[in-house]
Nanobody
């Protein structure tokens, strides 16, 4: 499984940005997908996850109401729409895929496959 993240950039506080993660895999719908982020000097943290058919999602509290995760299984793509961005959202964002778990997981150890990351910088 290969994951290619894109869509990052430099924006101002309050702006929006949409991240994309394209998967190279035979059956994309076999995987729960997630977004994590890592700021300089900090641990990689869970941001959002979506289940195999897109019917369930999960978010960390600090992004609820601002971020929306979605997927297109036909296009083998997962997206993260980020609105009302804040400087504390600045990080490298990674997409990840989980084949094994039956439910959505927040711990990074649950995800077997990772993309290369895309930088999001929010200026104040």
């Amino acid at each position: 499984v290969q994951l290619q993240a894109s869509g990052g950039g430099l924006v101002q506080t309050g702006d929006s940005l949409r991240l994309y993660c394209k998967a190279s895999v035979r059956t994309f719908s076999n995987y729960n997908m997630a977004w994590f982020r890592q700021a300089p000097g900090k641990e990689r943290e869970f941001v959002a996850a979506i289940n195999r058919d897109g019917g369930m999602s999960d978010y960390r509290d600090s992004v609820k109401g601002r971020f929306t995760v979605s997927r297109d299984n036909a296009e083998k793509m997962v997206s993260l729409q980020m609105n009302s961005l804040k400087p504390e959202d600045t990080a490298v964002y990674y997409c990840a895929a989980d084949y094994k778990a039956l439910r959505l997981m927040r711990h990074k150890a649950a995800y077997e496959y990772w993309g290369q990351g895309t930088q999001v910088t929010v200026s104040s």
